[in-house]
């Protein structure tokens, strides 16, 4: 079925099974990964995981152990990089010094031509106007700033009107301000012409907030692939729970009703207490309804609870968690969380370890028992080290990321 002409439902990119081996090295220990035309598509995970040999294996760099590659229905095997109708863009500028800005948009042009009815000329000076450096063309590269060389790059990797885009880390020589500029730059590109693009980096920040969908990447395999915001509220595992920023993870065993424990089973069929997690070393966390399904009394989980979804107030002025708004710090940054806390949610003694001042937001780090907990909070009100505070937990927070 694959190997036909492009069909109208073929995706944009399928790779299946993907295998590299160098020596005894496995770098991709079997890929699976499909993008959808127009997708922006990020490959993202610690250094090695194997993100930079996927996109070479695409660009046909590389060429794998086992699998195989489809691009719009076409499959790859045996077919060089200038026939694939990809542009890539690397993480070093790799723009030739010895020739200006306009030769080297226009290099890329040297296998296709420019697109008809235009002119070499007009389509490098499409392409500058595109990147936002109109009348550069005549500029040495040297010259350049480091975000204005990547996007001569990118004018580049465009000017043959490629179907495919590969962008590996371009930003990461760059510094954060300029960094943040060129991918909200290159995202809106990226729009405008509708491009398929996949793109690595190693930033989780970066995947979450440019990407359609993001395929998390650890030792050369897929963890999970999802929307930025899927993969942030619900990681199927504790790697992606872990990799995309701050998490709490606690490990534990299942008990029935708080700190009697008793059959699970029969807890839920009573309709009684929600099941709990008793921290192995702390106190008990409430567990979300839908994880009571196939729960038993005494089960090992290992569950996670982002810091800004924890709410925080301090301890000894006698209120009941959630009765006075003014307390709730923390929550999600307003969007929209009621202010009533869940009355199955835990309420965990703690104190503030350290505080770290981070300008929009305060992470406190605290002791619950023995556990070390972190918590986000917005940061208008001021925690001090030793004070003792209370911090409140909702089941439909708490996320179950492995089970055994
Ligand atoms: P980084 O973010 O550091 O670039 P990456 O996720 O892109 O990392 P890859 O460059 O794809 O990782 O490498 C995956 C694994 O394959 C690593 O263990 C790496 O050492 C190994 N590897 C890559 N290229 C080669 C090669 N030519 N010969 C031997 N091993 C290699």
Same mark, same amino acid.
């Given at each position: 079925?694959?190997?036909?002409?492009?069909?109208?439902?073929?995706?944009?990119?399928?790779?299946?099974?993907?295998?590299?081996?160098?020596?005894?090295?496995?770098?991709?220990?079997?890929?699976?990964?499909? =993008?959808?035309?127009?997708?922006? +598509?990020?490959?993202?995970?610690?250094?090695?995981?194997?993100?930079?040999?996927?996109?070479?294996?695409?660009? /046909?760099?590389?060429?794998?152990?086992?699998?195989?590659?489809?691009?719009?229905?076409?499959?790859?095997? /045996?077919?060089?990089?200038?026939?694939?109708?990809?542009?890539?863009? +690397?993480?070093?500028?790799?723009?030739?010094?010895?020739?200006?800005?306009?030769?080297?948009?226009?290099?890329? &042009?040297?296998?296709?031509?420019?697109?008809?009815?235009?002119?070499?000329?007009?389509?490098?000076?499409?392409?500058?106007?595109?990147?936002?450096?109109?009348?550069?063309?005549?500029? @040495?590269?040297?010259? &350049?700033?480091?975000?204005?060389?990547?996007?001569?790059? &990118?004018?580049?990797?465009?000017?043959?009107?490629?179907?495919? %885009?590969?962008?590996? #880390?371009?930003?990461?020589?760059?510094?954060?301000?300029?960094?943040?500029?060129?991918?909200?730059?290159?995202?809106?590109?990226?729009?405008?012409?509708?491009?398929?693009?996949?793109?690595?980096?190693?930033?989780?920040?970066?995947?979450?907030?440019?990407?359609?969908? =993001?395929?998390?990447?650890?030792?050369?395999?897929?963890?999970?692939?999802?929307?930025? *915001? #899927? &993969?942030?509220?619900?990681?199927?595992?504790?790697?992606?729970?872990?990799?995309?920023?701050?998490?709490?993870? +606690?490990?534990?065993?299942?008990?029935?009703?708080?700190?009697?424990?008793?059959?699970?089973?029969?807890?839920?069929?009573?309709? /009684?207490?929600?099941?709990?997690?008793?921290?192995?070393?702390?106190?008990?966390?409430?567990?979300?309804? @839908?994880?009571?399904?196939?729960?038993?009394?005494?089960?090992?989980?290992?569950?996670?609870?982002?810091?800004?979804?924890?709410?925080?107030?301090?301890?000894?002025?006698?209120? *009941?968690?959630?009765?006075?708004?003014?307390?709730?710090?923390?929550?999600?940054?307003?969007?929209?969380?009621?202010?009533?806390? @869940?009355?199955?949610?835990? %309420?965990?003694?703690?104190?503030?370890?350290?505080?770290?001042?981070?300008?929009?937001?305060?992470?406190?780090?605290?002791?619950?028992?023995?556990?070390?907990?972190?918590?986000?909070?917005?940061?208008?009100?001021?925690?001090?080290?030793?004070?003792?505070?209370?911090?409140?937990?909702?089941?439909?927070?708490?996320?179950?990321?492995?089970?055994?």
């Amino acid at each position: 079925e694959a190997s036909g002409p492009a069909e109208r439902s073929d995706p944009a990119v399928r790779v299946e099974d993907l295998r590299v081996e160098y020596g005894s090295t496995t770098a991709l220990d079997g890929v699976d990964v499909t =993008v959808e035309e127009g997708e922006f +598509f990020t490959l993202v995970g610690p250094s090695g995981c194997g993100k930079t040999t996927t996109l070479r294996c695409l660009a /046909g760099f590389e060429e794998p152990t086992a699998g195989s590659i489809h691009i719009a229905g076409e499959s790859m095997a /045996g077919v060089p990089p200038e026939s694939r109708g990809i542009g890539v863009v +690397f993480q070093s500028y790799a723009l030739f010094p010895h020739m200006s800005v306009g030769e080297n948009v226009a290099y890329g &042009l040297r296998f296709s031509g420019p697109p008809e009815g235009t002119t070499k000329h007009e389509r490098v000076e499409e392409l500058l106007e595109l990147v936002d450096l109109p009348g550069f063309a005549d500029r @040495d590269p040297d010259t &350049l700033s480091g975000g204005q060389q990547q996007r001569v790059a &990118l004018a580049r990797a465009l000017a043959p009107e490629p179907r495919l %885009l590969l962008l590996d #880390e371009p930003m990461s020589a760059l510094d954060a301000r300029l960094r943040e500029r060129l991918r909200v730059q290159v995202r809106e590109i990226q729009r405008e012409l509708g491009i398929t693009t996949v793109y690595v980096t190693h930033d989780q920040e970066e995947a979450l907030s440019v990407s359609d969908r =993001v395929a998390v990447v650890d030792g050369g395999r897929i963890e999970q692939v999802g929307r930025p *915001r #899927e &993969l942030y509220d619900a990681p199927a595992t504790r790697f992606v729970a872990e990799f995309l920023g701050d998490n709490n993870v +606690f490990a534990g065993s299942v008990v029935a009703g708080g700190d009697r424990v008793r059959d699970a089973a029969a807890a839920r069929d009573d309709g /009684g207490d929600p099941l709990r997690l008793r921290v192995d070393g702390g106190g008990t966390l409430p567990l979300p309804s @839908d994880v009571a399904e196939d729960a038993r009394d005494g089960d090992r989980l290992v569950v996670c609870v982002r810091p800004e979804r924890i709410r925080v107030h301090a301890s000894g002025d006698g209120d *009941r968690e959630g009765e006075r708004a003014g307390d709730r710090v923390g929550g999600n940054g307003g969007t929209g969380r009621g202010t009533g806390a @869940d009355p199955d949610g835990a %309420l965990l003694a703690t104190t503030v370890e350290s505080t770290e001042f981070l300008g929009d937001a305060t992470r406190l780090h605290c002791d619950w028992n023995g556990v070390a907990v972190t918590v986000r909070t917005d940061g208008s009100r001021s925690f001090d080290v030793g004070e003792p505070v209370t911090l409140g937990v909702d089941r439909a927070d708490v996320r179950v990321v492995e089970r055994s």
